[in-house]
Antibody
Framework: QVQLVESGGGVVQPGRSLRLSCAASGFTFSSYTIHWVRQAPGKGLEWVAVISYDGSNKYYADSVKGRFTISRDNSKNTLYLQMDSLRAEDTAVYYC?????????????????WGQGTTVTVSS | QTVVTQEPSFSVSPGGTVTLTCGLSSGSVSTSYYPSWYQQTPGQAPRTLIYSTNTRSSGVPDRFSGSILGNKAALTITGAQADDESDYYCMLYLGSGLRVFGGGTKLTVL
């Protein structure tokens, strides 16, 4: 079945770095855009970043631009989020989510499959 | 900065119909924003209900429908059930690869 599994979360000090991973299975990973979405404790969803099917295009929310880097390894069916210069306000559950099929006939610009999330806590 | 607005909370009676909306702090929501809707219960990952304004995601019952009402996107739930009690988020595509979520609506079924 279609599945996304996040890993790499943990507790990290402000200013330090962390890399999250998202392992995909059950579909042709290399055909899809993939997103990162986060949710701070008790807060709503926040879109973080998206990467195109081939990694050639990447877009970020203003809140993370210049600090976070999204990337993918299609040979490993894995998405990454490199988070640098972490701040307390980056504390959240981070979800990866599947976007459009590049080879599909219609674009929907949303997400259809979600992982279960990995928790990042930025604290001294 | 673009702000997406949603009702903070709403209540509906079991079996009733409720319409949640998704607007913009300035301007109108149209199909060009490809509005999508997500349901989330506490401690769980979001679940996709609707994308591209009115296309139901796989497995979503037809009690859930999406539309544009006036200058907002809308999610209508007919025949509300107890397990529809959740947080509902809309998301808009702003162009140039960017997306933004609304603040969410907490739906109570009572």
């Amino acid at each position: 079945q279609v599945q996304l599994v996040e890993s790499g979360g943990g507790v990290v000090q402000p200013g330090r770095s962390l890399r999250l991973s998202c392992a995909a299975s059950g579909f042709t990973f290399s055909s899809y855009t993939i997103h990162w979405v986060r949710q701070a404790p008790g807060k709503g969803l926040e879109w973080v970043a998206v990467i195109s099917y081939d990694g050639s295009n990447k877009y970020y929310a203003d809140s993370v631009k210049g600090r976070f880097t999204i990337s993918r390894d299609n040979s490993k069916n894995t998405l990454y989020l490199q988070m640098d210069s972490l701040r307390a306000e980056d504390t959240a559950v981070y979800y990866c989510a599947r976007g459009d099929d590049y080879y599909g006939s219609v674009r929907h610009y949303g997400m259809d499959v979600w992982g279960q999330g990995t928790t990042v806590t930025v604290s001294s | 900065q673009t702000v997406v607005t949603q009702e903070p909370s709403f209540s509906v009676s079991p079996g009733g119909t409720v319409t949640l909306t998704c607007g913009l702090s300035s301007g109108s929501v149209s199909t060009s924003y490809y509005p999508s809707w997500y349901q989330q219960t506490p401690g769980q990952a979001p679940r996709t209900l609707i994308y591209s304004t009115n296309t139901r995601s796989s497995g979503v019952p037809d009690r859930f429908s999406g539309s544009i009402l006036g200058n907002k996107a809308a999610l209508t739930i007919t025949g509300a059930q107890a397990d529809d009690e959740s947080d509902y988020y809309c998301m808009l595509y702003l162009g140039s690869g960017l997306r933004v979520f609304g603040g969410g609506t907490k739906l109570t079924v009572l």
